[in-house]
């Protein structure tokens, strides 16, 4: 299916386990996001990646991890989860950033307990 | 700091009627603007997105513009109904990183 995937779309974890956040997009788009949305914060920026190999801190980045060996896969890893990482995480893509639209994943809800 | 602020919060109407949902941001050199809905526990969805050098686009029932000069977008909703209650987000490229800078949405509620 073309598009934008994310996996799980829901997971609760304990503290202090790894937990990762997978991300899949088929249009081969070069620039990659990872988001959180909490209430009262709305989305912010995690980590971002313009292409295979190249990634950047976001706003909020303390605590994850990410990656990007393939074009289409962007995991985002939690190294050891905490209460605060409770968040509903949205993974995006673009083509050309400020050009083109950007596309966002379903999302997945981690639940740290 | 670039901010982008979304006026009212949360918004109920009777259907049929036409409704302005009210985007303002701080940085007036953006490059575009981007309209999305969310719908309760789930991703979000592209609305509609307008160039730096357009003034307005429309999308069936939707019609958004841009006035970059005075840092104000609108999403205009002709003939509201229940189906468009969700939440309405925009947001525009603006980071230095390329991502976007997201309003904390209007929520629309449409009532039958």
């Known amino acids: 299916d073309a598009g934008i995937t994310q996996s799980p779309r829901y997971k609760i974890t304990e503290t202090g386990r790894q937990v990762t956040l997978m991300c899949h997009q088929t249009?081969?788009?070069?620039?990659m996001f990872w988001y959180r949305q909490d209430l009262g914060h709305g989305l912010r920026l995690i980590y971002y990646?313009?292409?295979?190999?190249?990634?950047d801190k976001g706003e909020v980045p303390d605590g994850y991890v990410v990656s990007r060996s393939k074009t289409e896969n962007f995991p985002l890893t939690l190294e050891s989860a905490t209460r605060s990482q409770t968040s509903v995480y949205f993974c995006?893509?673009?083509?050309?950033?400020?050009?083109?639209?950007?596309?966002f994943g379903q999302g997945t809800r981690l639940t740290v307990v | 700091k670039q901010e982008v602020t979304q006026i009212p919060a949360a918004l109920s109407v009777p259907e049929g009627e036409n409704l302005v949902l009210n985007c303002s941001f701080t940085?007036?050199?953006?490059?575009?603007l981007q309209w999305f809905r969310q719908d309760p526990g789930k991703g979000l969805t592209s609305l509609l997105l307008?160039?730096?050098?357009?003034r307005e686009q429309t999308s069936g029932r939707l019609n958004a513009s841009l006035d970059k000069s005075s840092g104000r977008s609108t999403l205009y909703i002709a003939a509201s109904q229940p189906g468009d209650s969700a939440t309405y987000l925009c947001?525009?490229?603006?980071?230095?990183?390329?991502?976007?800078?997201f309003g904390k949405g209007t929520k629309l509620s449409v009532k039958p």
């Open positions: 995006a893509s673009t083509d050309r950033v400020s050009v083109t639209e950007a596309f």
């Open positions: 249009w081969s788009h070069s620039y």
């Open positions: 990646s313009a292409a295979a190999d190249i990634t």
């Open positions: 940085d007036s050199a953006i490059y575009n």
């Open positions: 307008i160039q730096s050098s357009q």
């Open positions: 947001a525009h490229y603006g980071g230095s990183q390329g991502n976007l800078i």
